[in-house]
């Protein structure tokens, strides 16, 4: 199960320098459109982290279940990644939401 998540890491350090300028955008009360596409940037970086894990898991956890000889671990591996995506679908914003 071991993950070399440095790279990762080093993602998340850069999203977390690109979220304090979103801060400061703020402060200084910078055009709105301008703060939503760096907010959009971070949502993208994000992603990017969720797509680089998912690879890893895919390449080891995954390869690990399936190559075991418990049919019952294959399982749960299988469904939990289907179930990840279902999740990830239902927090698509929704049509609904007020732009102010
Ligand atoms: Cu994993």
Redesign the pocket.
């Known amino acids: 199960?071991a993950?070399d998540h440095s790279e990762n890491i080093q993602r998340l350090k850069i999203i977390e320098g690109h979220i304090r300028g979103i801060q400061r955008m703020l402060e200084n009360d910078q055009y709105c459109i301008d703060i939503i596409r760096q907010i959009q940037a971070v949502g993208a970086a994000l992603n990017k982290v969720s797509v680089s894990l998912l690879d890893?898991?895919l390449n080891?956890?995954l390869l690990n279940a399936i190559h075991s000889d418990d049919p019952v671990e294959q399982k749960r591996v299988l469904s939990e990644i289907t179930e990840v995506f279902e999740t990830s679908n239902k927090i698509k914003p929704s049509k609904g939401a007020s732009l102010k």
Do not use: D, Q, R, S
Request: net charge neutral.
């Open positions: 199960m993950h890893g898991h080891t956890c």
